[in-house]
């Protein structure tokens, strides 16, 4: 397996972003057309029922609260790392992990934990882990974007890059690990970091597993550079701009004084790129 597949791996392979019209389709019938229900003061969580006997589940209820205390810490966090507050209440489903693959498997060139699709749909686990923490995390900015602008088609490299670099954070991770440049810098060797333009479809999820492995990575690695050389209050206002103006230029002029060409070139020239 190529080493940009492994990390994405690391990640959780993988969270991503399909159009809202998804969730009509998707619809909210359980494995046996049966959701049980919670509510939190910004959530609605409904569980598959079936999820305690396929998926070896034990105290159903407990688990549903553990998720909901979860959500509602990353609401939080939400709010004070990138000054995103939804109005609205986001639904959750969490699925039986067996149902979850048979139904979405074909949405996906690769395997997925998780995608928002007008609401968070969650393979289930049998626990509140580190990996179903991370996925929470990661699906709650793309629900948080679309709730702040339902009709803006963000670019994947910024949708998918902040909610990576946002699950990271949750984890107490404030940076790229040392794999994580060794791979970057092995694919800037290699000729295969590809300009953003490239990176700005909607979604990651048509490419192949090494391609979307290498796309996720690079699209974190240029939100960090942002980060690491000008500041999380900058992203924040970035953000901001981009939701308000629906420019990307012009939000990147207004947070970093410089075009989204020249920031691109200093990511380039961190890489060791021309």
């Given at each position: 397996m190529d080493r940009p597949v492994s990390l994405l791996r690391q990640f959780v392979?993988?969270?991503?972003?399909?159009a809202p019209v998804l969730s009509v389709a998707i619809g909210n019938d359980g494995a046996d057309g049966k959701f049980e229900r919670r509510d939190s003061f910004h959530f609605k969580l409904f569980q598959d029922v079936d999820l305690d006997e396929s998926g070896g589940l034990r105290g159903?209820?407990?688990?549903?609260?553990?998720?909901?205390?979860?959500?509602?810490?990353?609401?939080?966090?939400?709010?004070?790392?990138?000054?995103?507050?939804?109005?609205r209440k986001i639904e959750v489903f969490v699925w039986d992990p067996q149902i979850f693959e048979a139904r979405f498997a074909g949405l996906f060139r690769f395997p997925a934990a998780g995608f928002y699709g007008g609401a968070i749909h969650i393979r289930g686990d049998k626990r509140v882990s580190d990996r179903l923490i991370r996925v929470l995390h990661h699906e709650l900015v793309h629900a948080a974007y679309d709730a702040a602008a339902p009709q803006l088609v963000l670019p994947a490299w910024m949708n998918e890059?902040?909610?990576?670099?946002?699950e990271a954070r949750a984890m107490g991770k404030r940076s790229l690990s040392g794999g994580e440049r060794n791979a970057l810098a092995r694919a800037a060797r290699q000729g295969a970091i590809v300009p953003l333009s490239t990176l700005s479809t909607p979604s990651f999820g048509g490419l192949s597993p090494n391609a979307a492995g290498l796309a996720y990575l690079q699209s974190y690695a240029f939100i960090d550079y942002l980060v690491q050389t000008?500041?999380?209050?900058?992203?924040?206002?970035?953000?901001?701009?981009?939701?308000?103006?629906?420019?990307?230029?012009?939000?990147?002029?207004?947070?970093?004084?410089?075009?989204?060409?020249?920031?691109?070139?200093?990511?380039r020239q961190s890489l060791g790129l021309p």
């Open positions: 392979i993988a969270s991503i972003l399909l159903s209820r407990h688990f549903e609260q553990q998720v909901l205390r979860e959500l509602e810490g990353a609401f939080d966090l939400l709010d004070q790392l990138l000054a995103l507050r939804p109005e890059g902040v909610a990576q670099w946002f000008h500041g999380e209050q900058d992203l924040v206002q970035f953000g901001s701009a981009v939701l308000r103006s629906r420019n990307l230029e012009r939000a990147s002029r207004r947070a970093y004084r410089r075009g989204l060409d020249d920031l691109e070139a200093g990511f």
